[in-house]
């Protein structure tokens, strides 16, 4: 029997589906991030940090809440940076920043030597954060997602890398390296 395009290409597309949804699991797993389940249509459920579930409106509910809090501290750095009498670093880190994972983005806004970091993931935005850069070391603090906090401490290697780690207040500390 002889088997059309058609049969080969839904079955290769749900397979990347699903090969994609692994993929994206075992990132989050690598970085604490507990999964519940992976089904084969390519669809991930993940455990909040408070050991319960998120439906799809606290997702929303949560992102939106994470959107406000990054807009106040953008404008909490906006403001800093006007009063400080310090210079700001000769290296800008503002613009999108790729993860090592290759899932998450990290989008920076620097205001002299106060930076502001929003993480992007295919799921929206999953942390929002803010910290200082002196031209050589960033030092942040953020709210991640799923309600845990932490600290970033990335050195920049070159104009195009920050390399360092992530210490999460649930999951511990993981290496990090971030490039444009």
Not at 7 to 14: A, D, K
Not at 122 to 131: F, H, M
Request: a negative charge; charged letters at 20%.
């Amino acid at each position: 029997m002889k088997r059309g395009w058609g049969c080969l290409t839904s079955l290769g597309l749900g397979g990347l589906a699903l090969l994609f949804a692994i993929v994206v699991a075992v990132v989050a797993i690598s970085r604490g991030q507990e999964v519940k389940s992976v089904d084969a249509s390519g669809k991930i459920e993940f455990y909040s940090a408070k050991g319960g579930e998120y439906s799809a409106e606290e997702i929303a509910d949560r992102q939106t809440a994470l959107e406000k809090e990054l807009a106040e501290v953008k404008e909490q750095a906006e403001s800093r940076a006007g009063t400080t009498n310090v210079a700001p670093p000769p290296v800008s880190l503002t613009g999108t920043w790729q993860g090592a994972d290759g899932v998450a983005q990290y989008d920076l806004q620097q205001y002299g030597t106060y930076v502001v970091v929003q993480e992007r993931t295919v799921y929206g935005i999953t942390a929002v954060g803010q910290g200082t850069f002196d031209g050589q070391h960033l030092e942040l603090s953020y709210q991640a997602f799923n309600y845990t906090t932490g600290q970033a401490s990335l050195d920049l290697v070159d104009d195009r890398t920050l390399s360092g780690y992530f210490n999460n207040s649930m999951y511990g500390q993981s290496p990090a390296t971030l490039r444009r």
